[in-house]
Every structure is written in C-alpha cells, then in structure tokens.
C-alpha cells in the first residue's frame, strides 16, 4: 500500500464524515422527531397491555405456551386432538400444528447447516405465532387452543391450500389459511374471521398478531453469522431499516411498513402485508443458549372493526438471501435490500456490475467458484487498468523530478515555505506533471474495493462451496487449529489470509522504490507495514473467498507493475518532461486561481510584516 493509498483511504474517510454532518436531520425535522416520538410513546402504551400476554409466551427460555384456562369456555375443542400437517414442495417444508394452527416447524430443503443437518429456519419449541385478543370479557391466545385441520389442492394451479379454524359455535370461528404454490418460497396466509362479532370483544379496535423466533445458528462461525442476522423492516414510504446486531433493542414503529424480516446471514424469514402494517413494535435480544443467535419478536395489531367477517392477507417468505431470487419474489417492496450490498456510494457498483458479472460468470463456469472469482478478479484488474497505469506513470514522474525538488529545497529553505512551494508548482505545471496524480486513480478504485468487501460476505452463491483447501468460501478456511485464542485473531489459521497479507507486504516492497524518498515517507514506512498485520487480524475470520480476491488483485496487481516497469524508461520519461518544459504553459482555470490564492497569501504576509515591524 503506497502514499497515494493511504491518502485516498483518509480523503474517503474524510468524504464519510461530511456526509455524516450534511446528511443530520434540520431543527425542524427533529421537532418533528421528537413529536412523532411522543406520538408513539402514547399509542405503545394503549398496546402494551394486550401485547403483553404475547410477548411473555416469548421471553421465557423454553417458550412454553400460557396454561391459563381464561378461553377453554369460548371455543369448542371437543373431539379435536393435537397433530401436524406438513405443506411441502420441492423447497420447503412447513409443519403445521393443530395446537395454535400456527407453522411451527420450517425447513429449507435445497440448503444444510453447517454441520450438514436440515436446515431448519424455525422449531416448535424455538417459535411462537398467534393471536391475542379480549373475548366475552376473557383474555384470548390461540395458541393454547386447538384449531381443526382442512386439506385441499387447487388442480387448476397445483397449490396446496391447509385451512385451521378456532371454533366459537357453529358458523362461528377464525380461520388461518395457508397456501404453497409448486416450487415457491413463498406461503399465502390469510386470517378471517367468521361471525365472531359478538364473540370478539364489542369495544376491541384491533387483534395483536405475535410472532416470534429463536433464531438458530446455521453456518461455522457463531461471531460472524451474529453480525448480519436480526430484524429488518422496510418502511412504506421510504428506505429499508434493521434493528441493532450487537445489542438488546426495542422499538415501536410509528410509520407504516410493508414488510418485516428476521434476517440470518443467508436466510430470512418474512411476513409481508397486502397492503402495510401500523404501529408495529419489534424487540430483538442476543441469544445466551449455545446454539442460537437472536431472539426475534413482534407485535403487529390488526385493525378489527366488528364486522361479521373480517381478513387479513398477508405472505410469508422462508428463503435464502438471494439478490437475483429475492428480486424475483420482492423487486417493487425492497425484498433485495435485505442483502447488504454496502453503503449507498458502493452498492451500485455490486448492483449493476459484480452481482450481473458474477451471474453470467456462475451461468457459463459450472461450479468451480475458485476459478469464477478469479475470472472476476481478472475483469475488474483489466477493467482498472488504465488507472493503475496512470497512477505508477505519476509516480515515476515525481521521482524522475526527485532532484530537481531536492535543489529548490536547498534554494529555498522552511522558513520561506511560501516561496519554496510556488517553485515546486512552477516545476510541476512547466514539466506537465499533476502532484495529485497519482492519487486520484486509486481514490477512484477505492469505492470498487469497499464494495467487493460487501459482496464476498453475503453471497450465499459461495456459501459451502470449496475450493483448493477452503471447503466454504463463504466462511473463513482453517489450515490449523490453535490450542489457544489470539485476541482479535481467533484460534484457527486461515491460508487465504496469510498469502493476502504476504502479497500486500511484497507489493509495498515493489513500490516503495518506485516512490520518491523523503523524510515524510520515510516517517509513513512503518503506518504502510502495519496495514497488512492489522488486515491479517481481521480477516482471518471473514469469507475465504473474499481473503481469496484481495490475494489474487494483488497478485495481478504486482505482475501489472512489473509489467509496466518494464514498458516506463525512467530516463526516457525525463527526456520526455524536459521536452514539456520547453513547450508554452497553458494555464487551467484551476492553476489560475491557484496563483491567484497565493498572490493574495503573498501580499498578506507582506502586509502582516510591515504591521510587524
């Protein structure tokens, strides 16, 4: 990593700052904040009283049903016994349980675990649904009830349609219906309510759907997985949003939503509204049992009108964090969103390059994905060529002219900084050579890089692919196992990172004598060595296959190099400036106010020292 890398790395650094700054609400947005807030605050304690049945049903560790007996006198459960009946296609697989008529069981089958188990998104000991609500002055869950079983399927479209109904009295009851089309990764549910009027409470404005999930770990690293897995939910009228990943969060949505998401690194869960939801209130906490990551609740009141037959339409997805699949099933609702492509300044470049790119690679290199993120590597170096050229021919520019600087700073010392500096700029504007360079080709890759950083992580198309030693690009490769843990490094060894690091190392070695030498790199020298460990710490437990790309860009960018010193003639390309120098000087606007600015700090000084004296 040379100067004109870590320069670029601090004016991006800079850049994120000022964005940061710029992009704070205005007095009169946070007054608006802060009214809504309050707004939410008043309506979250209206709810919390009928939520709380619901979310205690959740928050104890086992998930117990409630065993109160406040509704065994509303609903018939005479003849009804407790079972399950599975709606299945090619894949997923839904349990659903008669206690609650609720899915308690669901299964991802093109996909396993880690450890090469069934994938299993929710368990029936590890997941809560249902409804709550007042009936005849008792206090209802459904989940401790029990719903009647109907199976039917659609010939006309080969859907698989399970209805569960909670019956009141004859002609009097609410159904869940749930239906699976072939081949999809999505579930139609519907809530309807059948003459239950003057069963449901007379004064109830609403029914407080609960959902929630112990979310399980599924891929090698717990630590990492824990990083992109909670609760997702995409506003209406704006932008995706996601609750903290590091700490115990809860929160009432007082704007309306369309969908929420409890989202694992390449998985989600999602129940999406016909239309949206209201004053939603979703809680996730860190998961204390081996084995799981988050606890994922939410509480979504329905508006409920009294009228003799009420519906709620709503779907659910149980799939995989696809961006091609989730933009299949979700383009127009944000549904791609949930694969984090990074900030809005990169994702872009993963949206409208690296993910078509990475398809069309996938879709003709049948699965070797070594040899596709090295084809991918290859593309985007030679795609970036012409400004890795630009770059070292900037470079060689400024140390050719190396002697020529060394003689002004003689002629001038530092305490006529002013004058040694318009001698600098008169060399360089004579010799046609830009200081800057060098510089902004590689801010200009920056941005690329930083997105493929995004990219590797998330793609489930690495996910338990290998290659070469690594057996899951997705996760980090493990050539060793320590007897002990490393602070921040972790117990195991990763190759990929180790030939990264190295290659990192012997690039700087091969640019530090393309550099001009000066006090101010030699100072930088040890900043530029420490890179490479401090990447060596922190990627040593991300994805292989992104340890694989950064080791095979620098590879590819040492034989560019190498290449290009082959092609520069240092002594040629002074010839080459000398020839400019005789040629007349146009001046840019830039360089016009440039001199300009330091005609006016000039004459400041001037006067500053007349006043002086």
Known sequence: MDKNTIVGLILIFLIMIGFSYLSQPTEEQKREIRLRDSIVQIEAQRMQQAAKQGEAAFNSANHDSLKTTAGENIFSQDSLTEKEVTLENDKIKLHINTRGGRIAYVELKEYRTHDSLPLVLWSPEKSTFGLNFYARNKQVNTEEFLFAPENAINEATGE????????????????????????S???????????????????????TLFWGVDMPQLEKSKDFENRYTGIYYDFLSDDVESMSMTSDEQETLSTKVKWVAFKQQFFSSILIAKESFSDVTVSSKISKQAGYLKQAFTEIPLPYSGNPSENYDMEFYFGPNSYPILKEYGADIQLPKLVNLGWKWVAWFNRYVVIPLFGFLENHVTGNYGLIILLLTLIIKLFLFPLTYKSYLSQAKMRVLKPQIDEINKKYPKEKALERQKATMALYKRAGVNPMGGCLPMLLQMPILIALF?????????????????????SYDSIATLPFTIPFYGNHVSLFCLLMTATNIIYMIINKKNQPQNDQMKGMQTMMYLMPIMFLFIFNSYSSGLSYYYFIATLITIIQTWFIQRYVNDEKLLKQIELAKMKPVKKSKFQERLEQMQRMQEQKMREQQRKNK
Do not use: C
């Open 160 to 183: 698989q349609i399970v209805s569960m109904k909670l019956i009141s009295e004859e002609g009097k009851y609410i159904e869940y219906l749930y239906t699976l089309a072939p081949a």
């Open 185 to 207: 990764y999505m579930v139609k549910f519907s809530i309807r309510t059948h003459s239950m009027n003057d069963v449901i409470a007379a004064n109830s404005s609403f029914l």
């Open 454 to 474: 995004w990219f590797f992580p998330g793609a489930i198309e690495l996910r338990q692919k290998s290659f070469l030693w690594a057996t899951d690009l997705a």
